[in-house]
């Protein structure tokens, strides 16, 4: 019988100790480069060749990362079946399913590259220039990465919502609660009723809104705490 409904909502920091930079750590670059350049569509549109090789060396850094003792927890979890674990993550790393779990990607996916001409989505494990041409519209030059940038609708907020609104536990993992909507989910959450808990390095922006914050590395927090719930 599943005993509790859960969402979970991860971030950065739940991949932190994977290898793979967080965003705020590094005042407000991105691997060195200006959010603004790489992760708006005015950037991609000023200059398409710089974001495609950018997000290339993203996809690429995936190749050596591999899944923390978080994800692994994570997976059991949902697996184990004795609760209702909806996982919506705002990572576009595949950290989440290599380890197992199914995850609702809000943010898009590295391993995903779109056409803005027809909207056509696809798988994508190698290198995109600027020169691609859209396998569905032959249009090209329309290939961009699926990320969700700034300024663009997440995905799948119906959805997010109908989760938020039915669970009777919320947890954030590893996110500063410094990039809306996924900053409101805890208190979409809260207003309908469910129990509250972060897990985060630091304080979020949103801490204040959880009835429970854990403080400390995702890596071993997310196994304890996996544990305690299925004990
Ligand atoms: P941030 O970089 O803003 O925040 C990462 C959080 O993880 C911080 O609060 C850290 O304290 C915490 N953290 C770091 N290492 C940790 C560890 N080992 N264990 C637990 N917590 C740890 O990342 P996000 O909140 O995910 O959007 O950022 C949200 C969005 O902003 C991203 O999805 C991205 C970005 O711009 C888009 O790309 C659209």
Redesign the pocket.
């Given at each position: 019988m599943i005993e509790q409904k859960i969402v979970i909502l991860t971030?950065?920091?739940?991949s932190?100790?994977s290898g793979i930079d967080?965003?705020?750590?590094s005042g407000g670059l991105w691997e060195n480069h200006r959010?603004e350049d790489v992760?708006t569509p005015q950037g991609f549109a000023a200059n398409p060749a710089l974001v495609h090789e950018f997000y290339n060396a993203r996809r690429r850094a995936l190749e050596t990362a591999a899944p923390n003792p978080a994800h692994d927890a994570l997976a059991r979890l949902q697996n184990s079946a004795a609760h209702d674990v909806f996982i919506v993550t705002?990572?576009?790393d595949d950290l989440h399913e290599r380890a197992g779990s199914t995850v609702h990607h809000m943010?898009g996916e590295l391993l995903s590259v779109k056409c803005a001409a027809c909207d056509w989505q696809w798988e994508s494990r190698s290198d995109i220039d600027i020169t691609a041409r859209c396998p569905a519209c032959q249009t090209r030059a329309s290939v961009r990465p699926d990320?969700?940038?700034?300024g663009e609708m997440p995905y799948g907020m119906e959805k997010i919502e109908g989760r938020l609104a039915a669970c009777d536990l919320f947890v954030s993992i590893?996110?500063?609660?410094?990039?809306y909507p996924?900053a409101g989910f805890v208190q979409m959450a809260k207003a309908f009723g469910a129990r509250t808990l972060e897990?985060?390095?630091?304080p979020?922006e949103g801490s204040a809104f959880f009835d429970e914050t854990r403080r400390g590395?995702?890596?071993r927090l997310v196994p304890d705490w996996v544990d305690e719930i299925l004990s």
């Open positions: 971030g950065a920091g739940i932190a100790e967080t965003f705020r750590a959010i992760a705002q990572n576009v943010h990320i969700v940038w700034f590893g996110t500063s609660g410094a990039v996924a897990i985060n390095l630091d979020s590395k995702a890596g």
